[in-house]
């Protein structure tokens, strides 16, 4: 084990991350065992094959005259939604007793899938406090890989003792065990979860009615649910509901936060627009009218411009493309000026004006032209500083503010000036 005391030796994790690069193509056409299998010799075929019907023989069994049919298959042409629901109506609830039962069996099946995992003497646990699916996955891969490469003999089973510190038979014995632990934590978690479908479908239509469709949002629901799932501890004396709504209820509000708006909106933003809104409905009820800033201010405990920016936050957007009243033709598009085209009597005036300005740089000498040129960009070229001039000319700072102001005074002669004067008042 690595001295600094990772996890996994560095030859094991190098390995684990080489086989989890070589089957992400299986997991994707979720033919992992089919193309497993095709790869490994005859023997060690049959030696997985045992060790996956042992890690399953905890499954519950169908009766023989009982024919699992799915409702996807039975009602094709159905509302996916209503069967759902439907499915979910034939899950029975738990009673407190069996929702406290339920709850400690996932615990306990938790707490001794932890401790197998830990026990594995190339797993550091001082690394995790807490139980890790990751931690659980990668140690699973790592026996797998060491088993098949002791099957292939790619490496000499004293390479693969040194890096696990466990013989060939240790490892078997720890995949196993450590598959019927994980495939019972599943079963166990899913029956808890599937019991409690019925709150996240309750939450969830109290969200409906917004951009978001009610399957969407059951589905973000029930992800909160599954969170709720691995996090409850019923030794604490709380029931499970309580417990589970606020996760529900975060999973569907950051939701909204992120698939509701085309803009995206912070989840803590997303929660002020709607106390903002609810207290206007609310307000609107009681006075009989429309609140203004300061009774939604006083009864909210914000500052008027805060919610002002609330909502100006919440507005949709407006789609460019979209039909302006009953004119079928004429979009939005269409009614907004474009400030970046010049009009035609602007355009008139600054070429007036451009002529005018060269008529008069004429009248100065060729150095005061140049220099007025440079320090304003007149004709296109670009703002220069006083220093900047003055090294160009060869000649100091306080000599080139000479010049300008010298050719500035010629400029403003009331002679030279008056028609330049008129561009300024226009």
Known sequence: MNPKGMVLSLKARQKLTRVEMNKSAQRVKDKEEESWEQDIPEAMAEELSEIQSRAVEEEPQTEPNEEKVSFFKQKPNSDLLALYLQEMDERELFTPEEEIEKAREVQETRDKLWEKVLSLPFVDRKRYPEFSDLLVHQVLDLLKVWLMDLSHKRRSEWQIRKESRMSRRKMRSALIEIQQLKNRLERKRNEFVEANLRLVVKIANRYRNQSVALSDLIQEGNL????????????????????????IHQAIIRALAEKSKLIKVPVYLTEKIRRVDRTSRMLTQELEKDPNLDEMAERLGMEPEEILNLLRIGKEPISLEGQVGDMEEVSLADMIEDKSIIRADEHTAQQDLIEH???????????????????????????????EIGQMLGVSRERVRQIEQKGLRKLRHPTRAKTLHSFVKN
């Open 357 to 387: 300005l060269e008529d008069s740089l004429k009248l100065l000498s060729p150095r005061e032209e140049q220099v007025l040129r440079l320090r304003y960009g007149l004709g296109g070229q670009e703002i220069k500083t006083l220093e």
């Open 224 to 247: 909160g649910l599954i969170r709720a799932v691995e996090k409850f501890d019923w030794k604490r004396g709380f029931k499970f509901s309580s417990y589970a709504t606020w996760w």
